[in-house]
Nanobody
Framework: QVQLVESGGGSVQAGGSLRLSCLASGSGLSTYSMGWFRQDPGNEREGVAIIAHDGSPSYAISVQGRFTISKDNAKNTLYLEMNSLKPEDTAMYYC???????????????WGQGTQVTVSS
């Protein structure tokens, strides 16, 4: 079982940027499909960006062209670079590890505690 710890969240104005990190321990990132998800109160958790074992990324339509997911297997760290942030990007952001490359949260068995991103207009 892999343990995940996110960091890098914060408060920014619209148009700003943030870089989230997710440090994995207990198992190497190269053995998992990884993803970033977000959830705000009253809404279901949604997939934002996912990355396969081989590094192939995929993005939700709402973040395409603005967010970039990447990973450094040597550092066991997953990243989410977020640019041109919008108020609707405000949410708790979670990283997750699983055996399936999917935007469905139920495909992931390991989750971090989350990091809050707040974008003001």
């Amino acid at each position: 079982q892999v343990q995940l710890v996110e960091s890098g969240g914060g408060s920014v104005q619209a148009g700003g940027s943030l870089r989230l990190s997710c440090l994995a321990s207990g198992s190497g990132l190269s053995t998992y499909s990884m993803g970033w998800f977000r959830q705000d109160p009253g809404n279901e958790r949604e997939g934002v960006a996912i990355i396969a074992h081989d590094g192939s990324p995929s993005y939700a339509i709402s973040v395409q062209g603005r967010f970039t997911i990447s990973k450094d297997n040597a550092k066991n760290t997953l990243y989410l670079e977020m640019n041109s942030l919008k108020p609707e990007d405000t949410a708790m952001y979670y990283c997750a590890a699983g055996n399936r490359w999917s935007f469905r949260p139920d495909r992931y068995g390991s989750w971090g505690q989350g990091t809050q991103v707040t974008v003001s207009s």
